[in-house]
């Protein structure tokens, strides 16, 4: 059975959004009103917006338009979302975590990069390092640190170090 559906007077309205405010609602009512609106009861349930209105709220959330645009967050705040988020995806927690990416996926992903970050599009471009920053990343990645360190060398790889010798 459909609900009827109403049309109020805009005096009505208004008195009616009067006589709400500020009225507090307890567990009860707002467990039940959330149950209300779950799964398949949900007004939305198997239905997706159009491109067309995809772009449009996009283009609402955009530059000055977005709700904290020019904001900032406190010093406080930003240690505490910080804290929250460490370790989060960390391991096993890691949505990609034990996946491998398939040969077509990998060809796609450097596929989708190339260029991006080449030249002036380079975030670095310009800027050159200077001595002690050069020297701090050449020790980071010394020794036990470099990423390829106790990993056994391919012998075409070891025949082309040897060679180069």
Known sequence: MKKKKYHYSEETRKRMSEAK???????ETRAKMSEAHK????????????????AKISASLKG?????????????????????????HAGELHPHFGKHPSPETRAKISASNKGKHTGELNFNFGKPR??????????????????????PKPPEVRAKLSDAL
């Open 130 to 151: 200077s001595p002690e920053h050069s020297a701090k990343i050449s020790a980071a990645n010394k020794g036990e640190k470099h990423w390829s360190y106790g990993k």
């Open 39 to 54: 799964g398949e009861k949900h007004p939305m349930f198997g239905k997706h917006h159009s491109p067309e209105s995809r």
């Open 21 to 27: 405010k500020g009225r507090k609602l307890s567990p």
């Open 64 to 88: 000055e338009l977005h709700p904290n645009y020019g904001k900032h967050l406190p010093p406080e705040t930003r240690e505490k979302m910080s804290a929250s988020a460490k370790g989060k």
